[in-house]
């Protein structure tokens, strides 16, 4: 059964950077799609950047050119890195996987989550 737990977070100011990661603990094949998505309260859970079983990475419009997904399969760790950091970006942002070659953008589809960790940004 695969577990994943996220690291990082806290809080930021405006323009800032910050990284976040998740660790796949308990399955460590190699061949699930992942992704981070996010949920800022009142609001529905998205999307925000994903990364195929081959490495091909795609991103919501609101944080491409700022944000970066990468895998490190030695590890078994998923980053997240974010720069220019905008008070829109606050929400709890959460690591997910699916065992499919390529991500689906539904996040019905996907089928193992972390518990989420808070990023904040202050203006």
């Known amino acids: 059964q695969l577990q994943l737990q996220e690291s990082g977070g806290g809080s930021v100011q405006s323009g800032g950077s910050m990284g976040i990661s998740c660790e796949k603990f308990g399955d460590k094949y190699s061949g699930f799609c992942m992704a981070w998505f996010r949920q800022a309260p009142g609001k529905e859970r998205e999307v925000v950047a994903q990364i195929d079983v081959d490495g091909t990475t795609d991103y919501a419009d609101s944080v491409k050119g700022r944000f970066t997904i990468s895998m490190d399969n030695a590890k078994h760790t998923l980053h997240l890195q974010m720069n220019s950091l905008k008070s829109e970006d606050t929400a709890m942002y959460f690591c997910?996987?699916?065992?499919?070659?390529?991500?689906?953008?539904?996040?019905?589809?996907?089928?193992?989550w972390g518990q989420g960790t808070q990023v904040t940004v202050s203006s």
């Open positions: 997910a996987a699916v065992r499919f070659y390529r991500c689906p953008s539904d996040v019905s589809r996907y089928n193992y």
